[in-house]
Structure formats: C-alpha cells, structure tokens
C-alpha cells in the first residue's frame, strides 16, 4: 500500500476487510472507508487521517474509485452483459463485429482478462470476471487513455450484487438467459434472478434482452421504450428464423424493421445465433450500421473455449467449450448431436466447492446425449475428485451410457482421443479458455486445448 492511500474496508473482502484498517494506517494508508462500527477500543489514527463510515462500503467504493479515475465510463460506450450462459461469447462477438465492419479498437473485460484493440491489459489471475470496483475503475481508465470508444463487459450475478459496476456509465445492458447455477453463492434462483435484474434497475441506459427466456420477457416493461428483443423462437426486434445447423455454422434470415437479411456465422448451434443477435443489436443501437453489421458476422473469429473446434487426425473432430452448467451442458451436447455423422465422446467434470446439486443433472445430460462419457476434474478445489466424479456418476448411471473415470484430466482428454475414430465428435466441457486449474489453493497451468494438440502431437 502506497502512502497517502485511502484504504477501502469492503465486507467480504478475501484480502482486507474492516479488521485491516489499523494495518492499512501501519502502511501508510491516511484515510479508510468503512461500514462497520468501529471497536469500543477506538482506533490508533495518524495525525491527519481519517475514517469515513458509510450505509454501505461497496455503493461507496464503486462511486469513489469512478470518481478518482474522472468517470472513465462516460468518455466511452459501455456495454454490460448478464445472464447465466453466454456471457462471454456475446462479449467477444460484440468486439469482433465492431472490429471487422468498422475497424474500431473495442475493450473487453471479462473471464478470459482484459484487452483493448486485442492487445491484453495484465492484471492478477485472480482478478474476478467483473472485477472489483478499484480494478474495473482502473481497467476502464486504462481503456480510456488508449483511444478505446466502446467496451464491452461481462457483468455477473456477484458483481452486480456487490456493486462493482455502480458508477461505469453503463448505455447497454444485455439479458442473455437464466439457468441454473451460482446456487453456493445466492441460496435460492429467485436471489440469483433478483442479482441479474439490478442491471436494468438504474445501471443501464437501454437494453437488448433475449424474450425467449422468461425472465428477459419480463425487462422491457421495467424499462419501458429503452428495451429492444431478440429472438430464435417468437416475434421480436431483432429474430431469426429458418436456422441451417452444420458442423462449420450455421446460416439464418434475420428480421428487422420488417426487412430481411440472409445471414451467417462460422459457430453452429441456436445458441450461437442467439448469441449473435444480442452482440448485434447491442452494436446496432448504438448507431452502428446494420447492413455492416450483419456481413461482419460470417467473419468473426473462433472463440477461444467457445465451441471452439479442431479438427484431429483420423477425421476426429474436437470441441472446447466452457459448458459448466446443466443448461449449457445440454445445448452444446443438442447442436453437437444434431451434426455428429460418428460417436460423441463426453469429457467432462464439476468444479469442487461449488453448487452440489447440478452434479446428477450434468451427468444426466451427458450420458443422454453422449455415446460414452470420461469423467475427470474441473477444478476441484477443496474438495476430493472422486467424491465429485461419484456425485455426477449417479446421473449417468440413470441413462445407461458407458463411461470411465479418470482423475487427471490430462489423461482423460488422452484415452478419449486415443478410442475416437473417423466421423467421431470428443467433447471436452467446463473449463474452455481457462488457463489453470484450481487445485486446493494452487492455480496449476493446465489449458484444454492446449493439451489436445499436445496429446495428438504425441499419438
């Protein structure tokens, strides 16, 4: 801590919280903000600081550390995405057609890191998908200086809550879906939806929701005449229909302002395309051109961990994606077995000290879908592999499907690749893009695809 530093006292904090204001002044700290009372024993204060006590320390925070920074948000277009699944893939969409129509340098904050204009701005492994208010304000500074006119940011069920994006200027808030997860951290979906729903509570200037999810139906009358749709399934804004799935992507007509576009993206599934159509309109209100926009679609790039493919030798083809959820787990699995001409071999676990009860249904999914299944670590954190591999068993066992359980995930991804043969699908779910995986408190190197071209390269 630099001296003169003003010290923020935030409940819940791993790395400081209210118990660490006396040492904050020990290290040269010369104020602090804090919600607690302070202790009936007084605090020791150097001459000239102070302790400001607040209703609440992360409103505070979020409003000081914008403020310190001169608002950053507001010399830019700030887009904030929510939602369970497809947060980041709409994020990465979003810059890659700003970048191909118009050549625009676009800031990303998110699960894989920040970047502006593609070139990565570092901070800490273990900085949050949204950061903490001190580490946004300062990402969003950084953006500002380097000629950044639009960002866009993954805004999660936690960060909302504790209000690390109070204070971003924030013109676009993007509804994606809501499915379960995040149960550890919120008890109840009703709690998690409420979580959601704080970013078109005052957050956001406008709206583009997805009114295929019931809770993103319920948006545009919370904020009437700032709220536009999107669509595969019924009439809104922006829709999409007659949807041809192949293994390279997957083609559409989209339906605006009673036009129609042919149009197309090098991902396949409905999910992708319900992707796409909210980066899309996110770009299109705010003034980009539509006609632009949609021809910048076929032209964007593979996204790292999202559905990412690569094709194996002996007519393999491999899939990464981040599905972490039952709902996510159960779409890519559908658009994977609607084209797989061969076997679809499932590669996946459940993180540890996370949500237990998803772990059955995950397992259900997979073994539904899949013509064998290899159970192994994600990230199992505190907790013991072999009990998380049970839990998700139990669900596999209830559809029959074969499966085999491999702790080190290194050596599982390796015995589905080796029994894959022409025309087969290998799926390898839960971490797409991460590259670690947590290990009691240890962040180890570990990269999914990575390790297929390194398992291939040694076959």
């Known amino acids: 801590m630099a001296p003169g530093s003003l010290y923020?006292?935030?409940?819940?904090?791993?790395?400081?919280g209210p118990e660490g204001i006396a040492t904050a002044f020990a290290r040269g700290a010369v104020a602090a903000l804090t919600q607690e009372p302070l202790s009936d024993d007084g605090l020791d204060t150097p001459p000239g600081a102070c302790v400001v006590r607040v209703a609440d320390a992360r409103v505070a925070a979020a409003l000081v550390c914008a403020r310190y920074h001169g608002e950053p948000g507001s010399a830019m277009d700030v887009v904030a995405v929510t939602g369970t699944n497809g947060k980041t893939s709409v994020a990465s969409m979003y810059e890659s057609?700003?970048?191909?129509?118009?050549?625009?340098?676009?800031?990303?904050?998110?699960?894989s890191g920040a970047r502006t204009g593609g070139d990565p701005i570092p901070m800490p492994h273990t900085v949050l998908s949204t950061p903490e208010a001190p580490d946004l304000q300062y990402l969003l500074a950084r953006m500002r200086s380097r000629g950044t006119l639009s960002v866009v940011l993954e805004a999660t069920s936690m960060g909302l809550l504790e209000h690390r994006v109070d204070g971003s200027h924030i013109d676009v808030g993007v509804f994606t879906n809501l499915t379960q997860d995040h149960l550890d951290d919120h008890g109840t979906m009703e709690l998690y939806r409420d979580a959601k729903l704080r970013l078109f509570q005052g957050l956001c200037r406008r709206a583009v929701v997805n009114v295929d999810d019931p809770v993103g139906a319920t948006i545009p009358a919370m904020m009437p005449g700032a709220a536009v749709t999107y669509s595969v399934e019924t009439e809104a804004d922006y829709r999409a229909t007659d949807l041809v799935v192949e293994a390279s992507g997957t083609r559409f007509v989209l339906h605006h302002d009673g036009?129609?576009?042919?149009a197309a993206i090098p991902m396949p599934g409905r999910f992708s395309?319900?992707?796409?159509?909210?980066?899309?309109?996110?770009?299109?209100?705010?003034?980009h051109d539509l006609t632009g926009l949609v021809a910048a679609l076929e032209?964007?790039?593979?996204?790292?961990?999202?559905?990412?493919?690569?094709?194996?030798?002996?007519?393999?083809?491999?899939?990464?994606d981040y599905a972490h959820s039952p709902d996510s787990l159960d779409k890519v699995l559908a658009t994977i077995r609607g084209f797989a001409p061969g076997r679809v071999f499932t590669v996946f676990?459940?993180?540890?000290?996370?949500?237990?009860?998803?772990?059955?249904?995950?397992?259900?999914?997979?073994g539904t879908y899949s013509d064998r299944c290899v159970l192994t670590s994600d990230n199992p954190r505190h907790e013991d592999p072999e009990t998380i591999m049970a839990q998700v068993a139990e669900g596999i066992e209830e559809t029959g499907t074969p499966f085999t359980r491999i702790p080190d995930r290194r050596a599982a991804i390796d015995r589905a690749l080796s029994v894959a043969r022409s025309g087969d699908v290998v799926l390898i779910a839960g971490k797409g893009c991460e590259p670690y995986q947590i290990v009691g408190d240890e962040m180890l190197p570990f990269d999914d695809m990575t390790t297929v071209h390194e398992v291939v390269a040694g076959h």
């Open 259 to 262: 036009r129609k576009y042919p």
């Open 97 to 111: 057609l700003l970048r191909v129509a118009n050549g625009a340098r676009v800031g990303v904050i998110g699960t």
């Open 273 to 287: 395309v319900s992707n796409a159509l909210a980066a899309l309109a996110a770009c299109h209100v705010q003034g």
């Open 299 to 320: 032209r964007m790039p593979q996204i790292p961990g999202r559905f990412e493919h690569f094709a194996a030798p002996r007519g393999v083809s491999v899939i990464v």
């Open 349 to 366: 676990g459940c993180g540890g000290d996370r949500d237990t009860t998803k772990r059955a249904k995950m397992g259900r999914i997979a």
């Open 8 to 16: 923020l006292a935030l409940p819940g904090h791993r790395q400081g």
